[in-house]
Every structure is written in C-alpha cells, then in structure tokens.
C-alpha cells in the first residue's frame, strides 16, 4: 500500500464513519418515535430502554451501509478529482482501476460484512429484541392476568402434511410454554380423519414429544366419518409428535420481521406441500442475501460519476448517481414484487436487479477508459 492508498483510506474512511454515525442517529431517532410510547405502556425502565435501543441498532446497520458508502464515497472522490489528484495520477499513466484499488478492497470487505449482518448480527438483533418485549410484558402481565394467558398468541393454527397432522390451539402462552384448548387430527393419506385428540392443555418437550392433560381421544371411520369411539385421559405422552412450537408461532407472521434462520425454516415448511404461502418468506430471504453484494455495486456507481470532468458541477454526478442507486431499489421492489405474485422465481427476481445494475456500471466504466 503506498502513500496516496493510505491518503485515499484516511479520508474516506473518516467520511464513511461520519455518515454512518449520521444514519444510525436518525435511524434511533425513528425507533424511539415508533416504539418509546410501546414500550412505555410495557413498563420499560431507563436500562430497558437503553438496552433496546443496544440491541435494535444492528438491525439496520446493513441496510444503511450501502447509502453511507455511496453518499460518502461521491463526496471523497468528488474532493479529490477536484484537488487534480486524479488527473495527476492519470497523466502518469495509473490506471482509473489502480487508482480505486483500495475502494475495491473496502467494497469486498463491505460485502462480507454485510453477509455477516445478515446471517449472524441481525438475527441476533431480530431475537433479542423480541425477547426484550417478550421480557416486558411478561413483567406487566404476570401481575394482571393468569399465568396460562401471560403473552397468550391467540388461534394458533398448524398443518403438517409430511405427518398427517392437523393442529389447532385456543392460545398458545409463551410465559407457561404451554398450548391451552388443543386440538389434534390424525389423517390418512387422502387426508380424511382417522383419530383427534382433545385436550385442556399440552406442552412440548425435546426428550419426550408432546404431552396432552385432561383429554379426550377420538376415533372416525375414514370413509363415513363417522365416529367410532371416544377415550377419556388424564395424561397422554406422544412421543412420535416432534412438531415445534416455535415454528407454529412463525406461521403468518410478517417476512420483514423475521431472521434469515427463520425464514430459511418456513420456507423449508411451505416448500414440502408447495404452498404459494411461502412466497414472501423466499423473496424476502433471497433479497437478504443479495443484499450482500449492495456495496460494491454502490463503489461501481458512485465511481464513474465522481470522475467527470473538473468543469462539471460536482452536484451533476451526485444526482446522477443517487438517481441510479434509487433506480436500483425501484427495480429490486418491482422485482420483488412479481415474485411476490408467483410471476418470477424468488432467487430470480433477487439477482437480476443486482446483474442488471452491474452490466449498467460496467459500462459507466467502459466509456471512462
């Protein structure tokens, strides 16, 4: 690395730092305008709040990194093909690929933090913050209501085609781990009714499958439906039930608020009956990781615009740039949404806005030569 490397990384990196400092203030701003009053009304003290405002923070790192490396390389640049320096370095006969190098390399860096943001940072961030709120509320309702309705997530619904099981909850407490007016339908292979279990409650656990209290166990003919018996309990173990609560209570719930483990996990539930309900889960998983490749992708639009001529008005470039950048998340939403509406496969409408708009910089840097 030589002297004008280490010129150009002391002054973008000092930029970049200050946008991202400039971004994630706002973006706290936003979270305590949308949730302060919520969390409030849970009885948040000063250190929950503060430790909300922790662990929330990463969740938006990878989504404002893109614009800080855009709106901070443009102006670095800028400054510098200003100054000549480029042009200097450029009559010398140094390439404009050369003279980037170090942006690459950063750029390269970016995208492996942003790989690590998302499957790692972010998911942590997603989980903790709920956990926060579950924590909350656990505290404020635990002295209000009864334990089996602490937390309650209400009409919970599960269907599992690989094992022919139907699964219904009243309400599901995630204080007690605890399933409340349960309902299990044992199906054949054409799906008709073979065996339904009722129960007052119902818990799972990792060693010993399901357990069910206070029951009932029904049996139907498949053909008539017709019910053939009825068997009263007062504890029944099914050890070969290995559905998991915490994958019940992910069904219907928002894609945007959801990890990538998460969202890897429904997909691979929707994907066994090939049901379009998974959709948006794979649109919203395979953007996530095309996102990884957002900043260099940024570096080769920013790049071409920051280098026109010194007689140019630098705000030419800017506008032209950002105007790109938006292009770019106007074609990935148009994108996401055809494949929101099955008209495009989810891996599909993920890269090909990223390959469009690297075709596009390619050829900015064509003309440059």
Known sequence: MNL?????????LAILGLVLCATVGLLLVQVLYDDFRDLRELGARGLDLWMYLFVTVPMYLALVLPLALLVS???V???????????????AGVSLLRITAPVWIVGMFACGLSWWLNTTVVPWSVDESAALRDTMRFRKESNLMPPDRVSAVYSVGFDNPRADRMWFFNRYSKWTQKAYGVTVSIMDEHRRE?????????WFEAERGWTFRNGRELTFRP???????????????EAQFREDPKLMLLIDRKPTDLSLPQLRRLIDYYAIEENP??????VRYFGLVADTLAPLIVIAIAIPFAVTGV????????SKSIGLFMLYYIFSNIASALAAKQLVDPMTAAWV???GMALVAGWFFVRLR
Not at 4 to 12: A, C, G, K, N
Not at 194 to 202: F, S, Y
Not at 311 to 318: Q, S
């Open 311 to 318: 007689r140019v008005n630098a705000a030419i470039g800017v």
């Open 77 to 91: 640049l800028g400054k510098l093909h200003r100054a000549n320096e480029f042009t200097a370095l450029r009559a």
């Open 73 to 75: 390389l443009m102006f």
């Open 353 to 355: 806005p990223n390959i």
């Open 223 to 237: 053909d008539t439906g017709e019910l053939e018996s009825t068997v009263p309990f007062t504890e029944r173990v």
């Open 277 to 282: 309900k998974g959709t948006p889960y794979a």
């Open 4 to 12: 004008y490397d280490r010129h150009l990384l002391r002054e973008w």
């Open 194 to 202: 073979l065996q339904r279990i009722v129960a007052e409650q119902a």
